[in-house]
C-alpha cells in the first residue's frame, strides 16, 4: 500500500527565515509526486509535480526536490503570504492516476 | 472561471437527511475524482470516473455513498442517510487523459457539517 510521510507537522518561521519541508514516501512503481498548497477552507492548488529521482522544480521562493524516497520543498526567504499547508501525495500506475496524500505541513510564516 | 467548480460550498444537514453534491470539470478533462479531507488530514480518494464509466471505488465509499457522472461531463455524490461521521470537506478534482497529462485539479470543496 502506497504511503506518505510529511515532517514536521507544523512550521513557524520568522519573515525571510528559510527551511525545508519533507515528503517521505513508500510507493509501487512511482508515476509522480506531487506538491499542493492548501488554504484554510479551501481545495487543494497545485504546485508542482516531479517524476525522477533528481528532479527540481522552481516556482517563486518555493523549490521542490526528490530523491528515491522523498521529497522535499524548500523555502526560500518566506512572506506571510506563504503561510498554508503543503500537502505531498504520491501517484502510481494504474488506479486512474489517483493521488495517496499525506497528512501536510502547516506553515505559519510571521512578520 | 475554467476551474472545477462545486456546489453547494456548505451544507449543513440534520442526521438522516440526505445531501447531494455537485462537481462540473474542467471542460476537456475526462477523468474526474472524488476525495474526502477532515480536519488535520489529508484528502482521501474515495472513486473515480473515466467519462461516465466509475472504474474504482474505496472501501471508505459505504453503501450510503453513491456518485454519478450521467453524461460524462459533471458529477453528483449523494449521501443517504448522513451520520455525524459524515461531516468533512469533499473534495471533486479532474485531469486529462495520460497524453495531456496527468496533473490533478481539485475544486474549492463542499463543506458537510451533519448535527
Known amino acids: 500500500e502506497d504511503q506518505v510521510t510529511q515532517s514536521p507537522e507544523a512550521l513557524r518561521l520568522q519573515e525571510g527565515e528559510s527551511s525545508s519541508l519533507n515528503c517521505s514516501y513508500t510507493?509501487?512503481?512511482?508515476?509522480?509526486l506531487f506538491w499542493y498548497r492548501q488554504d484554510p477552507g479551501k481545495g487543494p492548488e497545485f504546485l508542482f509535480t516531479l517524476y525522477s529521482a533528481g528532479e527540481e522544480k522552481e516556482k517563486e521562493r518555493l523549490k521542490a526536490t526528490l530523491t528515491k524516497k522523498e521529497s522535499f520543498l524548500h523555502i526560500t526567504a518566506p512572506k506571510p503570504e506563504d503561510s498554508a499547508t503543503y500537502l505531498c501525495?504520491?501517484?502510481?500506475?494504474?488506479?486512474?492516476?489517483?493521488?495517496?496524500f499525506g497528512t501536510g505541513t502547516q506553515l505559519k510564516v510571521e512578520l | 472561471d475554467t476551474g472545477v467548480s462545486q456546489d453547494p460550498r456548505h451544507k449543513i444537514t440534520k442526521r438522516g437527511q440526505n445531501v447531494t453534491f455537485r462537481c462540473d470539470p474542467i471542460?476537456?478533462?475526462?477523468?474526474l475524482y472524488w476525495y474526502r479531507q477532515t480536519l488535520g488530514q489529508g484528502p482521501e480518494f474515495l472513486t473515480y470516473f473515466q467519462n461516465e464509466a466509475q472504474l474504482e471505488k474505496s472501501r471508505l465509499l459505504s453503501d450510503r455513498f453513491s456518485a454519478e457522472r450521467p453524461k460524462g461531463s459533471f458529477s453528483t455524490l449523494e449521501i443517504q442517510r448522513t451520520e455525524q461521521g459524515d461531516s468533512a470537506m469533499y473534495l471533486c478534482a479532474s485531469s486529462p487523459t495520460f497524453s495531456g497529462g496527468n496533473t490533478i485539479y481539485f475544486g474549492e470543496g463542499s463543506w458537510l457539517t451533519v448535527v
Open positions: 510507493v509501487s512503481g512511482l508515476r509522480g
Open positions: 471542460s476537456e478533462h475526462n477523468r
Open positions: 501525495a504520491v501517484q502510481a500506475p494504474g488506479g486512474g492516476n489517483k493521488l495517496t
